[in-house]
Structure formats: C-alpha cells, structure tokens
C-alpha cells in the first residue's frame, strides 16, 4: 500500500524519463529485426497475378495462372531432413543401411522464425529441399547406378556428393529420392570441388532425365507426352516441339542429350532452345525474372510469386484453352487433387518469404582474378565499345528487355515496362516459340562471369573468347556449348560486339570481364 | 535523303505567284491595268525576290554537325551528316538575318551501327515520329569583331527550346563561313532517361 501511495506521489515527468531508454534504443533488440506472421504478404492474389507475369509474345495465349482460392486450398509443404546422395563408389559404408533406420525428422517450425537471420537460415534449408519424390527427373536406381554419373559426366564434390538431389525422410524405411529443389539447378559444383549455391548451376539435368527414359525402358508414348507436359506450346508458330514429338523417340532423346550442363529444360521452356540457368547471385537487383522477362520483380512478393510459379504451378496454367498436362478447367477446379509432380501441395507464404530472403542474401565469392594492367585497358575498352549501354555498371545491366527479331513492341510495353528498343539478334526461338516466350530476352548482368558459363541466354558458348569471334556468325560453325540435336553446325548470331577488336583488345576486355 | 527544307525555300514563290495570278485574274476582270503598268510590278516583284533568294538558298554543308557525350568516362563523337541550312546573314543588319537549319536524325553515326539503331528508336530521336531536328534563330548580337551571340530555337523529339549560340563568322569575298558550338542537357529534350554512365550533357559543334 506504501509503495503504491509513493508512486503515485512521483511526478509525472519522472514517468516520462522512465521511457527515455525505449526511445533511445527501440523495442527490439539491436542486431535482429522481428518479424511476426501478420509481415508475410499473401502472394497469390487474384489481383496480383493479373498482370505481374509479361504477356506471352503471342498474347492470345498468355498464361492464366490457378485462382487464389485454388492456390490457398492446397496444403502447404512439410519440410522434413534430408540427407546427402552419394556415388555409389563414395558412399559410406552403411550409409544406406543406416537411411533406412532413420524416422521422420520435420526440421521447419515456422512458429520459431522470428528475425531475418532465422529467415535466411530457413530459406537456406528450403533451397535445398526438394518438393518432388515422385521421380520427376530421376529416381532412386539412377542414383544407385555408377552408369548414371558415367553417362552424364555428373559433377560431384570430393566427398563423392552429387549435390543436386537428397534424400528426403518420410518416416522409417521411407527413404525417397527429392527431386526438383532450387538447388537441383542453382548449385555448382566449382572445379576445385566446393558448392557454389545460386550460382548458374552445372547439373546435366536432361542429360539425366535422358538416362533415366532410356534406362527405365519408357515406351515412345511416354516419352512423347512427359516431353509434352514439358515443353509443347502448339500455339507458336510452326510448332516446333510438335515436330520434335512427331520425330519419334529417338530423336527426343537425342534433344535432351544435346543440352549441356548449365542449362536446363524447365517445364516450359524447351530444349530445343534451352535457357541457360540462371545466376541468383545478386538477383535481388533485377528487374526481371526468366530470360525471356517473363515475372516482373519489383518487391519480394515478386520474388515469391516466381518461386511458387516457378516450382512447378505453371503446370497447372492455361495458355488459351491450352493446359500442358491436359487438364480442362472443369477438371482443374473439380477439387480433386492433381498429382503431377510440383502441383498437389505448395510452399506457405512463410515459406516463400524464407526462400525469397534467402536468396536475396546470396553473395559472391571472392573473385580470383585481380585488376591489373591488362585488365584496366579492357575497362576502357569496354566503355570504348559502348557495352555499358547495355551492361551498366554497377549492376552490369541496364535491368531492361530487349525486343527479338520477329517480335513488335506493343506501345502499351513502353509504358509498363523497362524496354530497351532494339534487338541484339541472338536466336529469338525461347522467346517466340515457348510457354514461358514473351517476345523479349533481358539485359543478363555480367556480374560473376568468371564463374559462369555457357553463355548467352541459350547456352550456345562455352567461352568469352567464343562470344569475341566472328567465325560463330557463319552456319558452318560447331557451337562450342548447346548445339540443337539435329544439326552439325549451326551459327550462333547475335550480339555482334567487339568482334572487330585485335587480338590484343580482346584479351583486355575477357580479361576485365573476369574481374567483374 | 530528302529532308524537305526546299519547301521552306520554294514557298515564298509559290506564295507570290498565287499573288501574281490573283492580280492577273484582276486585271483579266476588270481590264483597268494596262500592260506597262503590269511590266512595272512584275520587275517591282522579281526585284524584290532575286536579293532574297540570292542570300537565303538553301544548301547541305560539306561538314557533318558534331556531337560529343560523355559514356563511362569516354568521349564518344557522334555526327550527323544529313543536313540543310538557310542563311540570310549580314553582321550590319542582324535584326534582319536569319539562320536556319534542319537536320536528319537518321543520319546519326556513333561508330557503332547498333548504338545508331538504338538513338533512331523510340527512346532517344523516335525518328518515325519525329524525322527533323530544327535549329531556327530568333535574334543575333554581336560579341565582338566577326563573333556574335544567337538565340536559336532548337527542336529535337517535337520539343522546342530557346538557347544561346555564341559562333564566329569568317568571310572571303561572298563565301561566309560559320562555327558555332554549344551545349544541351539531352533530357530537356526526351533524349533517353537519367543514367549513371552516360552525362546529360551533349557538346554539339556546327560548321558551314
């Protein structure tokens, strides 16, 4: 009673003083920003998803994305332990003895992530969980197969680690290859043996799925519709994938032998104009997502968006009355789950957010090659030749789209998009001819070249000097990387810069390119 | 290419012909003006216009306009090698001199053909819609011996602006010669967006 009397005799501006150290140092903790679940932005609006993707280059048959009552109906992903897949020559004694003993670890409480360092950490794990163990790609006897890592020349790490696909848990003796993490494609394996993660990964990921037809006897119907689901976009003009299917078994298997590591046929894309896959080291400064521009990314609910669409939900679009796994719209909203991989559950938004920061977090490794002399001269030239046109520094892209041959900007883009208006000439076929084509191919940043490689958006050069010499505009060329499966030579076009320089200049700017 | 500017130059005939005939028509209708008065004002007429076109012909200069910009750090020269100017200039009488100008964005070259290709777009010279750049004066000073100031309208892009053009005149006999140099801030004038590379400012140098 004393103590209450004496407080209340206290002045008010002593009250005051009492708040002084909240003001002075916040509410939260210094080094850690809270977050709580009401921060989340709910990403697959009706609205959002509108207009956040680009127009397909045919706009007839621009994706239309699930509703957001279908997308917040599916269940949400349960992340449970993975574990390391080894060559079967590496593999630790036991080890698969050992897997099969394990139970069900759930190693993702979304309750418990509360500063951003819990995000990064949790987008960290979400990077290399895989969300399909159906066998999208591959299964369990590729992996235990020695002529699997023969056959695609499947990089590995020094342990013996093939570090594209893990193990997922499900409960004991439920032990699944995962397939289809973002690591599957952003992870490379360095020459010395250490993971880069984010990077342009170097998985031979249709070399793979290859093996894997052929090995699992798939009869030519299968492969035609799986290579369907994939890449069919009956609505580009000619049709190609249509006549890759129409050529019989053989020769598709031939197309997904012919991409080489580096790049990957996502579903929707093809590989018959495979992209290059793309770096996500720095990806939190660009504009555009996919090659072709396709997701814009103006914030990180952008980024979230691409992930989700990106894992495997764009199975689930329409492009006119077009669906690729065959679906009606009658039989997509029956509320019957589709189980295709990717398309019968989803990340929450938490997670997502996770993912998303995560990536945003990515850096650089430190860069070996030094500016020196040489080097110098090639940055003067490099501004010499007006490549900072288009590769500005500090990014080393100007974040812009740029139209391909064949495509015409619509006036309407000028307003709502970053567009820079004119062609380089590389090979327009991903941006006319696929699901995901919009007409344009982005600005790439040259930031991390040294890293990097094959390069252009088609993967058709496995060097810079390749991309400096004139010989690759003749159609008796071998490209020295992606070389379509039905073709000797082929020229590889485009992007006609610097090829005048001497021998000399060119050595300076490669030599400045690598410092970037 | 043909940039039309003998319009500008053809017009005064064209209009004072129309004035002619209208006066014929007069005279064919009412009959009250005899033939030696008819004589009169048509050498009244020729007269007046022969001093005119004598020093206002319309003529394409041997050299190119020059621009500089700054890009990364290096100058790039730019030209534009299509062009016409108009000059009716007497240092004595500047209220009465003209000079006038238009040039052909088309003919832009950089040294790079691509970089061309992106200036005619619709992001720097927009040439479909915008096929001139004008240069027409407004009034001289003089600034000294044979150096005079200009206030020039430039049109680049459909936007027009008033800016000040100090340029030097060198005479031999009848033959004048011009230099003139000046600057612009190229987004005054929509000629691409804020960059961190390349400088607003464009250094042009015209010569004729």
Not at chain 1, 137 to 155: C, L, Q
Not at chain 1, 429 to 450: A, D, E, F, H
Not at chain 2, 46 to 67: C, D, G, T, Y
Not at chain 2, 89 to 105: E, V
């Amino acid at each position: 009673m004393k103590i209450k009397e004496w407080l209340s005799r206290l002045p008010l501006w002593l009250y005051g003083c009492m708040l002084l150290p909240l003001l002075a140092f916040g509410l939260s903790k210094q080094d850690a920003s809270y977050f709580s679940f009401s921060d989340i932005p709910r990403i697959w609006t009706d609205e959002a998803m509108k207009d956040w993707e680009l127009p397909n280059s045919n706009p007839e048959y621009s994706a239309q994305p699930v509703s957001e009552e279908f997308y917040y109906n599916l269940p949400e992903r349960v992340i449970y332990k993975t574990y390391p897949v080894y060559h079967p020559d590496h593999e630790p004694e036991g080890y698969w003895e050992w897997l099969h003993e394990q139970e069900a670890e759930i190693v993702l409480d979304e309750s418990k992530l509360l500063t951003e360092e819990d995000y990064i950490k949790a987008g960290e794990l979400l990077f290399d969980y895989p969300i399909d163990t159906l066998g999208a790609v591959i299964s369990t006897k590729h992996v235990r197969n020695i002529d699997f890592y023969t056959a695609t020349e499947m990089p590995l790490t020094p342990e013996g680690i093939m570090p594209f696909a893990q193990w997922v848990v499900a409960g004991k003796g439920k032990v699944y290859l995962g397939n289809l993490s973002c690591a599957m494609c952003h992870t490379r394996v360095m020459d010395d043996g250490s993971l880069l993660k984010g990077a342009q990964g170097n998985w031979p990921g249709d070399k793979a799925f290859a093996f894997a037809l052929e090995t699992d006897g798939a009869s030519e119907r299968a492969i035609q519709n799986i290579t369907s689901f994939l890449f069919a976009s009956p609505f580009a003009e000619g049709d190609p994938h249509g006549k890759l299917l129409a050529a019989g078994k053989e020769a598709i298997l031939e197309a997904y032998r012919a991409v080489p590591e580096g790049a990957f046929g996502r579903q929707g894309t093809s590989i018959l104009f495979p992209p290059q896959a793309p770096n996500l080291i720095g990806v939190k400064d660009r504009k555009y997502l996919d090659h072709g521009g396709l997701g814009q990314h103006r914030n990180i609910e952008d980024m979230m968006r691409y992930i989700s669409m990106n894992q495997a939900l764009d199975f689930l679009n329409f492009y006119g009355d077009y669906n690729p796994i065959g679906l009606t719209k009658e039989r997509l909203n029956s509320g019957e789950p589709i189980f295709f991989p990717g398309t019968y559950d989803r990340h929450s938004d938490a997670q997502l957010y996770a993912l998303a920061k995560y990536i945003y977090s990515l850096s650089p490794p430190k860069n070996p090659n030094k500016p020196s002399e040489l080097s110098e001269s090639g940055k003067i030239i490099f501004a010499e030749q007006g490549c900072v046109t288009c590769h500005t520094p500090p990014l080393f892209t100007n974040n812009k789209l740029t139209p391909t041959d064949g495509f015409e900007v619509p006036d309407a883009h000028y307003d709502k998009y970053d567009i820079f208006g004119i062609s380089v000439g590389t090979d327009p076929g991903y941006t006319m001819k696929t699901r995901r084509g919009t007409g344009y191919y982005k600005v790439p940043s040259l930031l991390g070249l040294w890293y990097r490689g094959p390069f252009l958006h088609d993967a058709s050069l496995a060097n810079l000097e390749d991309l400096f010499d004139s010989a690759r505009l003749k159609d008796d060329y071998v490209p020295t990387a992606f070389k379509p499966h039905d073709v000797k030579t082929k020229a590889v076009k485009g992007h006609e810069f610097g090829m005048e320089l001497n021998e000399m200049d060119k050595k300076a700017l490669i030599a400045y390119l690598l410092t970037l | 290419m043909d940039i039309g500017y003998l319009d500008i130059v053809v017009a005064p005939w064209g209009s004072l012909r129309k004035c002619c005939v209208r006066r014929e028509n007069f005279n064919y209708l009412s009959g009250k003006i005899d033939f030696r008065s008819r004589l009169l004002i048509l050498t009244l007429i020729f007269f007046l216009i022969v001093p005119f076109l004598l020093s206002a012909q319309s003529f394409k200069p041997e050299n190119p306009i020059q621009f500089k910009i700054k890009n990364a750090g290096i100058t790039v020269d730019g030209l534009i090698s299509d062009w016409e100017v108009m000059v009716d200039f007497d240092p004595k009488k500047l209220t009465q001199s003209s000079i006038r100008g238009k040039a052909n964005p088309e003919s832009i070259q950089t040294g790079i053909k691509l970089r061309d290709k992106h200036l005619h777009g619709r992001e720097y010279f927009h040439i479909e819609k915008f096929s001139f750049i004008s240069l027409e004066s407004k009034s001289f000073r003089s600034k000294g011996k044979n150096a005079f100031i200009g206030i020039f309208e430039l049109q680049i892009r459909g936007v027009k602006r008033e800016i000040e053009i100090p340029f030097t005149l060198s005479q031999t006999g009848k033959q004048q010669m011009f230099k003139g140099e000046f600057t612009i801030d190229r987004l005054d004038y929509g000629l691409g967006e804020k960059s961190l590379v390349l400088s607003d400012e464009v250094r042009v140098v015209v010569e004729f």
